[in-house]
C-alpha cells in the first residue's frame, strides 16, 4: 500500500494503519491493532442510516476484531469481502478464508451487512494477460509501470497464460453494482473443518453469482491511462 500511494504521489499519513500480526483465535480474543482502532472509530462516526463501507480483500482478522471490541459498529458498516468460494462449489478451501477461519465465520455469524465476492467462477473472472497490459498500461506512468512489473514477476513463461487480479472486484462493485450481479441467500454456517452449510433460518447475506470483466477492466485501464501525479 505504502508503495503505491508514493507512486500516485499521495502521502500516507492518517490513510495506511498497521493491521494484526496474528490471526483471529477465537471470539473472546480479538487482535487489537492501529487498523481495527481506526474502524471503529470511523464506524461509530457513520450515522446508522448511511454506514460506512468496509472493503475487504484479504484474511479478514482486522474487521472481526474491530467487531469484537466494538460490536455496535454492526449496525453502521457495511462489509464488501473477497473472500470464500459459493456454497454450490465442493472447495471451501479459498486462500483468504482458510487462512483466517475463525474470523471468516464471524463474519457469516455476526449478523453484519455482508457482501460477499466469492473468488472461483466469480472474482476469478479477473483474467488479464502481459499482453493485454502491453497494450493498455506499459509506459503511461510510474504507477501503471509499478503494476505492469508486479503482474510481470508472476510468471516467467507467459506464453498462453493470464493471471486474476483478485483484488480489483470489491472496488468494481462499489464503483458499478451491475458489473457483479448478487442476489440474497441465507448466511451460510462455516464448520471448523472449513465446510459450508446453509441452514434456511438464517440472516441474510449479498453474494455475488457473476462477474462482467470487460467493463471492469476498461474502467482500471482508462483511469490508469489519465492519471498524472
Not at 487489537?32 to 475487504?56: C, F, H, N, R, T
Not at 506499459?138 to 513463461?157: C, T, V
Request: glycine share 6%; hydrophobic share 40%.
Amino acid at each position: 500500500m505504502l508503495r503505491l500511494l508514493e507512486r500516485l504521489g499521495v502521502p500516507d499519513s492518517g490513510l495506511v494503519y498497521r493491521g494484526s500480526t496474528a490471526y483471529l483465535t477465537g471470539r473472546s480474543a480479538p487482535e487489537p491493532s492501529p487498523a481495527a482502532l481506526d474502524l471503529i472509530e470511523k464506524a461509530m462516526a457513520a450515522p446508522e442510516d448511511d454506514p460506512l463501507y468496509v472493503v475487504g480483500i484479504g484474511a479478514i482478522t482486522n474487521v472481526a476484531s474491530a467487531i469484537l471490541i466494538e460490536p455496535e459498529i454492526i449496525r453502521r458498516i457495511v462489509v464488501v469481502w473477497l473472500g470464500g468460494n459459493p456454497v454450490h462449489i465442493p472447495d471451501t478451501r479459498e486462500f483468504n478464508l482458510m487462512q483466517d477461519p475463525r474470523a471468516s465465520q464471524l463474519m457469516f455469524d455476526s449478523g453484519l451487512p455482508l457482501i460477499q465476492i466469492p473468488c472461483l467462477g466469480v472474482a476469478s473472472h479477473l483474467l488479464t494477460t502481459r499482453s493485454e497490459l502491453d497494450e493498455t498500461i506499459r509506459g503511461r506512468n510510474a504507477i501503471s509501470d509499478f503494476l505492469y512489473q508486479r503482474f510481470s514477476e508472476h510468471s516467467q513463461d507467459h506464453f498462453a497464460w493470464a493471471k486474476e487480479v483478485w483484488d480489483i472486484s470489491t472496488i468494481a462493485y462499489l464503483l458499478e453494482e451491475s458489473w457483479i450481479p448478487t442476489h440474497l441467500v441465507p448466511s451460510p454456517v462455516l464448520t471448523d473443518d472449513l465446510a459450508y452449510q446453509s441452514p434456511a433460518n438464517r440472516h441474510p447475506i449479498r453474494v455475488g453469482w457473476y462477474l462482467h470483466r470487460n467493463p471492469i477492466f476498461r474502467d482500471l485501464f482508462t483511469k490508469l491511462q489519465n492519471f498524472k501525479k
